[in-house]
């Protein structure tokens, strides 16, 4: 979960602050004998296609109960009742799961402000973790929602806060309380405590998992033994499923960690000697995707294949046991639509507007791993008169960033009357979701990227069993792609999952006709003994020239044009978010900072700032290359510059300002040996 910070009175913004950026700084010891991944759970997590609701907006199914209030522009009405109700409509998506934000009792503390009103509508600050909220439902619709869930074929996942609440916490039925501080508690004494939540939503209505906020709050060797509880309630209890089969629970559990790929490994995975938590959202991917196909929350867009492809080769981080999940949207995103539209690229009018989700949602049915839909999302869904970055009051209104997607939930047949475009969209998502059901190579296959240029992205996907080439057209042009079959790794004919047209091969070439922003799916009716050809990505060394590529500049001892000392401030996994010392700036003269720093290989979002966070300064353009210089410009809230790091090693970073100490330009440069 993510909040607005500034629309916050300031001890709740202190204390999400705190929450947001502190990590544990226990060190983990290496593991004898550590405590694996199941095998068997992973295999079948691979194929989830979860349905996300944010309860109290999605669907009023009981006028007599209800928040009333919160965050966003719903009704803030919904409840237990209302998903219940939406369950035809959710399983007829060709969705197999429901996650669902937190439904947990949360009192309001004595004389509380409509903020913490608005907070206690979100679950996410809950007070008895072994209650239903009473504004939601009951205790029996909750189990009544869990059972018709699975009899539709749908797993059901809760949301599990495990590192924070708000100081009012009701004592678990055995007597254990979480301990020290409420954002965020203290671990190992409060773990007790939060493996009794864990397990007893398992074993009293036999969830079948967790989705995990704020992952990072908690230790690593705490979620070990976090999943060790899940892991043993899943296999001590049974339900019966949609086939009729006996069945122990699913007990998968995804974290929430808002960051790049290292810090998901630091306070997340873990490593390959010691494994923490099996499933991640892909944050990092999902930035990429819509980067490519949309714009991002801070307007930045118009990315090529090369870039989505950037992204996903740096799963290649990852320890083996890892399982990243991508989304699109959740409650604390921008809808595409809205970001479509933020972009000025396409409006809900505009046929563009519908081809570009089809194009994210492609994408999304072609990832190794498990995919979670944001509710709205399948149907294009947009919050009416908003696009661009409201600032002033948007707490109030609804309209911040962070919380405008939780609009009311548009469930055909039940809250609305779909239009055709509308009807369209929900129709190709479920024939891309039974698609992905029916076709384990989509969801479970080895990735090989075969072309990703700035009109073109394509991988093989492949399994023991069959081999599929996704391939997309990232452009708003109709294009005409020549693959090599050695390169595919096919000696025979492709045929198009979705309108069964057959791709002969001709002179060891297949011809793609692919209209704008189309996606194809092309089964490989015989794949080569050698299998296809990994695409060679373009080297680059990253060095930079001139003086704000030299990492061996001295600090000169003199006053430059900025008064203020400036930190390298972003998701690194030393630093959280935090100013840490050793990515102080110094100053080298004519009105340059620099700071060298080691660095791990990943994607990282970052921005230049002083302590007190102003001023604050980022690339032009939010985007910035190694060795090449960028325009610099005064930063802020949502406009963080993104960099990819691929190898490890001593980077410079340097900045550069006028004598009146207005940003002029920037760079990062790797050292060179």
């Known amino acids: 979960m993510k909040l607005a910070l500034t629309t916050l009175p300031l001890a709740i913004t202190t204390a999400l602050l705190i929450g947001c950026n502190t990590s544990s700084n226990i060190e983990i010891p290496v593991i004898d004998n550590p405590y694996r991944c199941d095998i068997f759970a992973t295999e079948q997590a691979d194929d989830l296609r979860i349905y996300q609701v944010m309860v109290e907006s999605f669907v009023n199914g009981d006028d007599q109960i209800g928040h009333g209030t919160g965050y966003g522009t719903s009704h803030h009405q919904g409840d237990i009742q209302g998903i219940i109700d939406s369950l035809d409509y959710i399983q007829s998506l060709g969705m197999n799961a429901i996650w669902l934000t937190p439904i947990f009792n949360s009192e309001p503390k004595a004389g509380q402000d409509h903020w913490a009103d608005r907070l206690d509508a979100t679950g996410y600050f809950a007070t008895n973790y072994f209650e239903v909220d009473p504004r939601f439902g009951t205790m029996q619709d909750a189990k009544r929602l869990v059972e018709e869930a699975h009899a539709r074929g749908l797993y059901v996942f809760f949301d599990g806060v495990f590192g924070h609440h708000k100081g009012n916490v009701a004592a678990s039925p055995t007597g254990k309380l979480p301990a020290g501080s409420n954002n965020p508690v203290d671990y190992p004494e409060s773990l007790a405590f939060y493996q009794e939540v864990a397990e007893f939503w398992i074993k009293e209505l036999k969830i079948d998992g967790w989705r995990l906020d704020q992952a990072y709050q908690v230790p690593k060797e ?5 999943r060790k509880t899940v892991d043993n ?8 499923n949609s086939k009729g089969e006996t069945v122990n629970p699913l007990g998968y559990m995804v974290a929430e960690i808002w960051a790049g790929e290292n810090r998901i490994i630091e306070t997340g995975y873990g490593s390959n000697e010691s494994p923490a938590l099996c499933s991640a959202f892909d944050f990092p991917v999902r930035y990429r995707l819509v980067e490519t196909f949309g714009v991002n929350e801070a307007g930045v867009g118009g990315k090529s294949g090369q870039w989505l492809a950037e992204g996903m ?3 290649g981080l990852y320890p083996e046991h890892a399982q990243p999940n991508l989304m699109i949207g959740n ?17 809900p009018q505009d046929e563009e507007y519908w081809l570009r989700h089809k194009a994210v949602f492609a994408f999304q049915a072609a990832y190794t791993g498990p995919i979670t839909f ?26 911040c960033d962070d919380h405008v997607a939780r609009s009311s939930g548009k469930i055909e047949g039940v809250t609305a009357t779909l239009n055709a475009n509308e009807q369209e969209l929900k129709h190709y998502v479920k024939r891309l979701m039974e698609m992905r059901a029916a076709h384990p190579a989509l969801s479970k296959g080895k990735r090989v990227n075969l072309l990703a240029d700035a009109k073109i992205y394509s991988d093989h996907k492949s399994t023991d069993d069959e081999a599929i080439i996704y391939v997309a057209n990232i452009s708003k042009n109709l294009q005409h792609v020549s693959l090599d079959a050695i390169q595919a790794g096919s000696e025979g004919s492709l045929t198009d999952l979705i309108n069964d047209e057959e791709i002969t091969l001709t002179d060891g070439q297949y011809q793609i006709t692919l209209a704008p922003l189309e996606a194809r799916f092309l089964k490989v009716n015989l ?12 080297s680059t060394s990253g060095v930079g020239e001139g003086f704000m590529a030299q990492c061996d500049n001295p600090s000169v001892n003199e006053s430059g044009p900025m008064k203020q000392t400036l930190y390298v401030v972003g998701d690194f996994s030393d630093s959280g978010w935090q100013h840490q010392t050793h990515r102080q700036f110094d100053y080298k003269g004519s009105g340059v900072y620099q700071v060298v720093t080691t660095e791990k290989p990943g994607s990282y979002r970052m921005q230049y700032a002083t302590k007190t966070w102003e001023p604050q300064f980022t690339a032009t353009g939010q985007s910035l290359m190694l060795g ?3 325009a610099l410009s005064y930063g802020g809230y949502g406009k963080d510059t993104t960099i990819t790091i691929m190898d490890e090693g001593l980077y410079v970073w340097s900045l550069q300002f006028n004598e009146q100490g207005a940003p002029l330009n920037m760079m990062a440069s790797k050292c060179a040996e």
Not at 527 to 538: E, H, L, N, Q
């Open 331 to 347: 409650h604390d995103l921008v809808r595409f639509g809205d970001l479509l539209q933020r972009g000025n690229i396409a409006q």
């Open 222 to 226: 705490a979620w070990v033994e976090i």
């Open 628 to 630: 090449q210089e960028s």
């Open 233 to 240: 309630a899943s296999k001590a209890v049974t339900y019966t």
């Open 313 to 315: 080769n740096l799963h």
């Open 527 to 538: 794949p080569s003994a050698a299998g296809p050809t990994k695409k060679t990505a373009a």
């Open 374 to 399: 944001y509710y709205g999302d399948e149907i294009g869904d947009q919050v009416d008169n908003f696009a661009a970055k409201v600032e002033l009051d948007c707490a109030v209104k609804g309209l």
